[in-house]
């Protein structure tokens, strides 16, 4: 059985960072590009950051709103991809979701909270 | 960027109706479009890859189509389970991107 599971989440105050981790299992994680997206509170969806696989250079991607501030990335010995979030701000509370990227982004963690407020 | 453009924001059917949801890309890309639904303070599920392919485990009701800049879920004889807000996505170039997607309520 396919599982993401998000961590790491909470209240952060501004300007300051976080790291969150999905542990995953149940499928060949190096085999996969990953994903991170995020859903601010009564908003859609929002694409954050993309890891590639070994294949594809460990490329990364990010969405414009993040990027210099993030940084996704990723330990195949032990399935984990990450987003370490700097300088946050309080735009950046919402639910953060892994995602595993088949065809399409096919499965889906529970989703971790990141609050910003002082 | 891709701008996607659901539309309506808002659809209110009654249990056993059949509807169709729409999808807008604002330029052409291909059938590179997927399509998900969440429920209230769940993950999205993903429903249809690459415009009409199907989803393990997903309900025949559900289908798709399309190709090009328009693109339309449908859901055949909608049942309770179903009322919820759906979203499709691009996959032809970065940013991915999401539509802002369509509520289906209950009438």
């Known amino acids: 059985e396919v599982k993401l599971e998000e961590s790491g989440g909470g209240l952060v105050q501004p300007g300051m960072s976080v790291k969150l981790s999905c542990t995953t299992s149940?499928?060949?994680?190096?085999?996969?590009?990953m994903e991170w997206v995020r859903q601010a509170p009564g908003k859609g969806l929002e694409w954050v950051a993309e890891?590639?696989?070994?294949?594809?250079?460990?490329?990364?991607y990010y969405g414009k709103s993040v990027k210099g501030r993030f940084t996704i990335s990723r330990d195949d010995s032990k399935s984990i991809v990450y987003l370490q979030m700097n300088s946050i701000r309080s735009e950046d509370t919402g639910i953060y979701y892994c995602t595993r990227r088949g065809a399409a982004m096919d499965y889906w963690g529970q989703g971790v909270m990141v609050t910003v407020s002082s | 960027d891709i701008v996607l453009t659901q539309s309506p924001a808002t659809l209110s059917v009654t249990p056993g109706e059949s509807v169709s949801l729409s999808c807008r890309a604002s330029?052409?890309?291909?059938?590179?479009i997927h399509w998900y639904q969440q429920k209230s303070n769940e993950s999205p599920r993903l429903l249809i890859k690459y415009a009409s392919q199907s989803i393990s485990g997903i309900p025949s009701r559900f289908s798709g189509s399309g190709s090009g800049t328009d693109f339309t879920l449908s859901i055949n004889r909608v049942e309770s389970e179903d009322f919820s807000v759906y979203y499709c996505q691009q996959s032809y170039s970065l940013p991915l991107t999401f539509g802002s997607g369509t509520k289906l309520e209950i009438k």
């Open positions: 330029q052409g890309i291909s059938t590179s």
């Open positions: 149940g499928f060949t994680f190096s085999d996969y590009w």
């Open positions: 890891i590639r696989n070994k294949a594809n250079n460990y490329a990364t």
